[in-house]
């Protein structure tokens, strides 16, 4: 039985042999010497000096009306200075924080403090930062925070919950 292809086959046949030869041929072959060119460098008293440009910039004032109409506001109104009086003055509200715990031993002093903006308790030591205020002291109770000229002191009683109507009753005794 003889086998028969059609001749689009046949050709993709011829292809693919001639194809290989080819690739054969270019991993047997040797490779011939490739010359590397020399490039001789100019020396640098024959090299040209360039002219230098001097820039100026345009005055502050010209800069204006950029600063009068920002240009990602959508009313583009001017931006009013910061005022410098005695808003600058006023310390950050303390942290809306509570204290979750202390550990206290021989060497270090660690508050367990869960603020609004994290769902995990944070360790901090005396010295850290909490949202602006500087941890000044830890003590078995209480954790005093300082900013500027105040200080603030958020307390481990104030976790507790109020006391219930239900919770009174059992602690007063009955006449």
Known sequence: ?????????MLLIALCCALGAILTYEIAAPLGVIAVPTVTLR???????????VVSLPPLAAFAAFNDRPIFS??????????????AMAPPPPPVASLVGIIIDAQRRIAMIRTASSPLATAVAVGDTLQGWQVTEIAPDRVTLHQG???????LDANRPPPTAAADEKTTPQK
């Open 74 to 87: 959508p009313q583009r109104k001017a931006i009013a200075p910061a005022p410098v009086g005695a808003a």
């Open 43 to 53: 020396s640098s008293s024959a090299a040209t000096v360039l002219p230098q440009r």
């Open 149 to 155: 000229t105040a200080d603030d002191t958020i307390k």
């Open 1 to 9: 039985m003889t086998l028969v292809l059609p001749r689009p086959q």
